[in-house]
């Protein structure tokens, strides 16, 4: 079973830390997904990665950056916290072999900048 | 642009009720589409897939329906029961290199016992 494993279920930081969201994935897909989940909003794609040290902007990616040193890793990074930041992040990834393939979700980090 | 509407927004059923979501799309080339579920604070799990040759599915008490000509899909749950409480999100993947689906905002149901 595809397991996607989020370092915290919940995270309080300040405003202007720099603050570290880490995910891992156990079943070497190429992709990776960064996404923020807000009330009325549904999903909203930051960035993703379709291989190691690949990268490319999704739809909000201001504010955000990624770094994907090993294939299993997708970090990602507020440079600056802002209260605007406050949400639900949910990490994804999905192998490119059939693109029928769904995306395998972890349960998400709610942070809390204050 | 593609686009994913869902509704309603939110439903509240009885316990035991039938229920039924709908979900229009303008995403083009059409790939396939999938109903996706997420318990509270958790992430989405798949439920079902649906392509282009694919009328209607089922998966237990959730049956999708798919109509490719008016670009509308449907998830039916059949006697409803409190653990079907949950987010549904509709999610339409585009054919060609694009690695990345749209996303709907998803219809919140709750079961009432």
């Known amino acids: 079973d595809v397991k996607v494993t989020q370092s915290s279920r919940y995270l309080v930081k300040r405003t202007g830390e720099k603050v570290f969201l880490e995910c891992v994935q156990d079943m070497d897909h190429e992709n990776m997904f960064w996404y923020r989940q807000d009330p009325g909003l549904g999903l909203r794609l930051i960035y993703f990665s379709y291989d190691v040290k690949m990268k490319e902007k999704g739809d909000i990616p201001e504010g955000y950056s990624v770094s994907r040193e090993k294939k299993e890793r997708f970090s990602l990074i507020l440079e600056s916290a802002s209260t605007n930041q406050t949400s639900m992040y949910l990490c994804?990834?999905?192998?490119?072999?059939?693109?029928?393939?769904?995306?395998?979700f972890g349960d998400g980090t709610r942070l809390s900048i204050l | 642009k593609n686009q994913v509407e869902q509704s309603p927004q939110s439903l509240i059923i009885l316990e035991g009720k039938n229920c039924t979501l709908q979900?229009?799309?303008?995403?083009?080339?059409?790939?396939?589409l999938r109903w996706y579920k997420q318990d509270t604070g958790r992430g989405p799990v798949s439920l079902t897939i649906?392509?282009?040759?694919?009328n209607t599915k089922s998966n237990g008490r959730y049956t999708a329906t798919l109509d490719a000509d008016t670009k509308q899909s449907s998830l039916h749950i059949t006697a409803s029961q409190l653990s079907d409480s949950a987010s549904y999100i509709c999610v339409v993947k585009a054919s060609g290199g694009s690695y990345i689906p749209t996303f709907g905002r998803g219809t919140s149901l709750i079961v009432h016992p």
């Open positions: 994804a990834s999905s192998p490119t072999s059939g693109r029928g393939q769904p995306q395998h």
């Open positions: 979900c229009n799309y303008t995403v083009s080339p059409f790939s396939n």
């Open positions: 649906m392509t282009f040759s694919e």
